[in-house]
């Protein structure tokens, strides 16, 4: 990898004609970011283009050098290269190719992917990692924390709470640089710098508690253990060591109450992790915590917004901070209503099988049909995955899976099961253990979730 490094550098200096391709979500932004930082700092003129997986096979190569980052290791790029081309790939997921692929080429090929080399891409580094490792090879270290933040994004550290292989190396020049403070085994609950902490432990979801989507008992849980007042209300930011961990005591309680026995063991892995806080923010601003800023990257990504994002990225902190603002407000709002729409308490729209359930989100955004998925975690069965399709603009069902924690720690892996799944039906798919997504014909939607549905017999615990 360092040699392909070595060779990556080369080519962008020799190269003026330069059009980068990224993907639409948090890693694919970062990635996007660090490279157009890379380019606009060696004064090449370039374009970027953020788009998704599903518009890349064939695409026209209209340019000298042509960077994909993100994505392109599963997708037919090369397929119309022209004599004398250049292409760059800086990927992280599953490759159609091998390492070998370029060696008679009439045009230049150079695919940077951690599995040619061993190294797991869902865990040890992601596409803003790859792109980060470039920025290094041209003495950019500056550009660490959003290798960190492409990270964070990707959840390259839900498996064990922490950055492992190359993403350590990353999360360490960030700290070197003094961008970045990390605080080992913390309380891991999203909106640690801009929730209220009973606001945010109602979002609990990878097993559904008395407190999930109950603020009222997120109160008074909280009051009882004496580490929030009525009228002086903290985040979890606020807590000292001993009321995090009269808080960890309580929730783990909590758990062990609705658990089967074997998942006793991976109770501390949901409940605590490593919290990034990125130290050049503003201390009150929803960009000083990695899991909040990375969710800002995601809104811009899901309403096609992805340059404010990366303008932000690049040091914008005035114009296109205030539209990512907007952007993110608009964004809460449109899932909470489509929450409202599948998860009404009294006309649930989810339909729950033997082994998974699922719900049509007719009329949502395929872009925020994930997000939703995720959110709806809350309102179902947590030892089953849950499954929403939504219609694409063409002819097509977009088809998004999420599921607990506690079913990929099992050794699930429904990113590779859905991969499989979609192709026998003539769609395409993939993605993490517990988070991935999948393009399937209109006419498949009944026989995908019946293959889905046969494939987990007898994998899951009661």
């Not at 009973?198 to 097993?207: G, M, P, Q, T």
């Not at 892995?269 to 990257?297: C, N, V």
């Not at 990929?408 to 892996?413: A, C, K, L, N, P």
């Amino acid at each position: 990898m360092s040699e392909q490094y070595e060779e990556a550098k080369k080519i962008i200096e020799s190269s003026d004609n330069i059009k980068v391709y990224s993907h639409i979500d948090c890693d694919g932004i970062c990635s996007g970011a660090i490279l157009s930082t890379i380019l606009d700092r060696q004064n090449k003129d370039h374009e970027i283009e953020f788009v998704n997986l599903d518009v890349l096979d064939n695409i026209e190569l209209d340019h000298e050098l042509t960077i994909f980052s993100d994505l392109g290791s599963g997708q037919l790029i090369d397929a119309k290269a022209k004599e004398g081309q250049k292409i760059i790939i800086l990927d992280h997921h599953p490759p159609l190719r091998e390492l070998d692929y370029r060696n008679d080429k009439d045009y230049t090929y150079l695919e940077i992917n951690p599995l040619h080399h061993g190294i797991d891409g869902s865990y040890y580094v992601c596409g803003g990692g790859l792109c980060y490792f470039l920025a290094k090879e041209f003495g950019y270290d500056d550009l660490s924390w959003i290798g960190v933040l492409s990270a964070i994004g990707d959840m390259q550290n839900t498996r064990s709470g922490h950055f492992e292989g190359l993403n350590e190396i990353i999360q360490q020049d960030a700290i070197d640089g003094g961008y970045l403070e990390v605080i080992k085994n913390d309380i891991n609950i999203y909106g640690r710098n801009t929730r209220p902490l009973f606001v945010a432990l109602s979002y609990f979801n990878d097993v559904r508690l008395p407190i999930t989507n109950n603020t009222t008992e997120t109160m008074a849980v909280l009051e009882e253990l004496g580490i929030d007042e009525k009228n002086n209300r903290k985040t979890l930011n606020e807590l000292t060591m001993e009321q995090k961990a009269k808080l960890y005591q309580c929730l783990s309680g909590m758990i062990a109450k609705v658990v089967p026995g074997r998942y006793v063991q991976y109770i501390s892995q949901l409940i605590i992790g490593d919290s990034y806080t990125f130290l050049k923010e503003d201390p009150h601003s929803f960009l000083r915590d990695a899991s909040e800023f990375s969710t800002a990257m995601n809104a811009c990504g899901r309403n096609h917004e992805e340059k404010i994002a990366m303008e932000v990225l690049k040091g914008d902190r005035f114009v296109a901070l205030d539209e990512l603002e907007v952007v993110s407000r608009d964004h809460r709002r449109n899932l909470a209503q489509a929450i409202e729409k599948v998860a009404d308490s009294e006309h649930s729209n989810i339909i729950e099988l033997e082994n998974l359930q699922y719900f049509d989100g007719t009329g949502i955004k395929p872009e925020i049909v994930g997000t939703i998925t995720g959110m709806i975690l809350g309102y179902c069965n947590w030892k089953k995955p849950v499954i929403g399709f939504t219609q694409t603009d063409t002819d097509g069902i977009k088809v998004s899976l999420r599921c607990s924690r506690l079913l990929s720690y099992d050794g699930i892996h429904f990113g590779n099961m859905i991969r499989e799944i979609a192709r026998n039906v003539g769609g395409s798919g993939g993605g993490h253990s517990m988070a991935c997504g999948a393009y399937i014909p209109i006419d498949k939607k009944s026989d995908f979730i019946e293959q889905f549905n046969n494939e987990l017999e007898g994998k899951l615990t009661n």
